[in-house]
């Protein structure tokens, strides 16, 4: 066929040799480079080295953690439901035998007979047990992102990083707090409706993994926007996060389906329960991990393209926050 201009055409747009649109065929084409590219970076970066160190500060931190989240809660609506609420969600996670190691360290966090000096110490014991995941937790994404550990700062550059990983655990609470008032809506929602509405239960249900959904990805979005050195864009932050919140979801499922029908618990003996919550952080480090290569991958690729909103620390990793 030839056009107006004379010269010879197809009269249609190509399709790859596929049947497909070219925009469809090639978004394709690029996801799927950049998951490989996320796939290799997790590899050369020795994802499941830092999976292994995480799970270890883990399991110093997470008691101390989840006091302090409990607290956070339990000025709405008391301790007891906090607690309740973290012991339910670690039931769903890790099984009955995980849930009753996080009771037992949530009751032996718990001690009234302390002094003044006891408790102030004990006080401060707990931040720094509780931020030490968080800083470890920044080495590792640091390293993602190809960031230097800062030459200079010292005790301030700590104070920062441990004043950081604080506000990451208030964040948690507040989250905790906002999944307790939801919780607590959708059941009188269930209570009133159940004798008016028939079949509303899969709706409010629909609703409440929604909600939960909208958590992880809040969590994991202000994890990777605040905790790197790297200044990373909301809509980076943002695409990472969403993929992280959906492997998370789908993982947390596959993972307690593990641990529910596995003997983990039982090779183990009396430590048993404590390998099960540190075999459940190992792989929920390595779906964090990959999310985040994810993210780096994806600012990456904007930036080379000149996307607008792009961030510079995509093409230049070693540019820090400032």
Avoid: C
């Amino acid at each position: 066929m030839v056009n107006k201009s004379g010269k010879a055409g197809t009269g249609a747009a190509p399709n790859n040799g596929h049947g497909r649109p070219p925009r469809v065929y090639d978004g394709v084409l690029v996801y799927l480079s950049l998951l490989r590219e996320a796939a290799n970076a997790w590899s050369d970066h020795r994802a499941s080295s830092m999976g292994a160190a995480l799970a270890f500060y883990a399991t110093f931190s997470i008691a101390p953690i989840l006091v302090i989240t409990i607290a956070i809660a339990g000025f709405a609506f008391g301790a007891e439901a906090a607690r309740g609420e973290v012991i339910a969600q670690f039931h769903g996670l890790t099984g009955e035998s995980g849930a009753k190691t996080i009771q037992g360290l949530l009751a032996a966090s718990y001690n009234s007979d302390l002094g003044f000096w006891a408790s102030v110490i004990a006080g401060i014991t707990l931040l720094v047990a509780a931020t030490s995941v968080f800083a470890e937790l920044k080495n590792s994404l640091d390293v993602i992102w190809g960031e230097q550990r800062p030459v200079h700062g010292g005790i301030i550059a700590l104070v920062r990083g441990r004043l950081l990983s604080f506000g990451l655990i208030l964040t948690i609470g507040f989250l905790l707090l906002v999944s307790l008032g939801v919780s607590a809506v959708l059941a009188a929602l269930q209570k009133s409706w159940s004798g008016s509405f028939a079949g509303t239960g899969w709706l409010l249900e629909g609703l409440n993994s929604l909600f939960s959904f909208l958590v992880v990805f809040a969590l994991f979005a202000s994890i990777y926007k605040w905790l790197p050195e790297a200044r990373i864009a909301w809509r980076d932050v943002g695409i990472g996060a969403a993929i992280t919140a959906a492997l998370f979801t789908l993982g947390k499922f596959l993972i307690g389906l593990y641990l529910g029908n596995s003997q983990l618990a039982a090779g183990f003996g009396a430590a048993g329960s404590l390998v099960v919550i540190l075999v459940w952080v190992y792989y929920s480090s390595q779906i964090f991990f990959m999310g985040a290569e994810l993210t780096r991958a994806y600012a990456g690729y904007r930036a080379a393209r000149g996307s607008p909103g792009a961030d510079p620390a995509a093409k230049n990793p070693a540019s820090r926050r400032l």
